[in-house]
Nanobody
């Protein structure tokens, strides 16, 4: 089970830190990722982290967002800085038992309930 927190409303240029707590499983052997979906748009991969810690970012997130994890807390985080209005979306923590993270959001097995991020000017 994945439970996200940390979403909210922020002004353009602000920051938010999303958290995802994992229960029932240890995430050590899981690929963890963040996916977002804006109203009327398809789901978009934002950031991924392989079990070995390798990270990837969507071009829109690179340089502004940072994915990290704490194995002792069994949690993964997404630090979002310099937020833009186009970052407004529901953000989901997702996971799959795999060595390498898939690029397609639909490939992920486990999904959280989502946390809303709203960026306004």
């Amino acid at each position: 089970q994945l439970v996200e927190s940390g979403g909210g409303s922020v002004q353009v240029g602000g920051s938010l830190r999303l958290a995802c707590k994992i229960s029932r499983y240890t995430m050590v052997n899981f690929c963890m990722a963040w996916v977002r979906q804006a109203p009327g748009k398809e789901r978009q991969g934002v950031a991924t982290m392989d079990p070995d810690g390798t990270t990837t970012y969507a071009p829109s997130a690179k340089g502004r967002f940072t994915i990290s994890k704490d194995n002792t807390q069994n949690a993964v985080y997404l630090q979002m800085n310099s937020l833009k209005s186009e970052d407004t979306a529901m953000y989901y923590c997702v996971a799959i038992y795999a060595t390498y993270c898939p690029s397609r959001p639909s490939a992920y097995t486990y999904w959280g309930q989502g946390t809303q991020v709203t960026v306004s000017s």
